[in-house]
């Protein structure tokens, strides 16, 4: 069973602040994603990689930055966080077709 | 702008009826068109997939329907369940890019007894 975790699983926040999410992949897959969930657009892309080292834009990737500093680990940092980035935020690996989110992190900035 | 639409936004049904969850898509290079489910309070998981070369794809009581010429997919529950409350995403992605879909905007779906 696919295994992603991520961490903290809520957060409040200040506008202006620092806020980093973190991910964890036990899978050993090369490919990892941030996605953002908000009621009536579904699930959009921040960025992604392609293994250690690597991140791409996604569809969405501004106010975002992401980093990938080893195959299992894969943090979005939010540098000064705003009241619009108010979201649940779904991490996660994919291998073959298949993507497998961890449980979620609901981020609140006020 | 959406590259993938889903209808309708929500859907009430009786438990025993087919449900029918539709999806269109407008980038004729997208390949490969997953559902996953997602259940209240929990991530999305892969529900079933098909690809471009088929018009149909079958799990249980869960069926894909593809129409390439029109883009656009459904996907079908028959003998519908509580169980299968949730909220239901059409996602699509080309070859090219391996596993980086594009997720429609869901349909929540309740089956009531």
């Known amino acids: 069973e696919a295994a992603v975790t991520q961490s903290p699983r809520n957060k409040v926040a200040v506008t202006g602040g620092k806020v980093t999410l973190s991910c964890n992949q036990t899978?050993?897959?090369?490919?990892m994603y941030w996605y953002r969930q908000d009621t009536g657009h579904g699930l959009r892309l921040i960025h992604y990689s392609y293994g250690a080292g690597s991140t791409e834009k996604g569809d969405i990737p501004d106010g975002y930055k992401a980093s990938r500093p080893s195959q299992e680990n894969f943090s979005l940092i939010l540098e000064l966080a705003t009241p619009s980035q108010t979201s649940v935020y779904f991490c996660?690996?994919?291998?073959?077709?298949?993507?497998?989110f961890g449980a979620g992190t609901r981020l609140s900035v006020l | 702008q959406q590259q993938v639409r889903q209808s309708p936004q929500s859907l009430t049904v009786w438990e025993g009826e087919t449900t029918i969850l539709n999806c269109s898509y407008e980038?004729?290079?997208?390949?490969?068109f997953p559902w996953y489910r997602q259940f209240p309070g929990k991530s999305p998981a892969l529900l079933i997939a098909?690809?471009?070369?088929?018009n149909k794809k079958e799990d249980g009581r869960f069926t894909i329907f593809f129409n390439k010429r029109e883009k656009k997919l459904s996907l079908h529950i028959t003998d519908s369940q509580p169980g299968d409350s949730a909220t239901y995403f059409c996602a699509a992605s080309t070859a090219s890019s391996g596993q980086k879909l594009v997720f429609g905007q869901g349909t929540i779906l309740k089956v009531y007894l």
């Open positions: 098909i690809s471009l070369v088929s």
């Open positions: 996660a690996s994919g291998q073959k077709n298949t993507l497998y």
């Open positions: 980038d004729s290079t997208f390949d490969y």
């Open positions: 899978n050993n897959h090369n490919n």
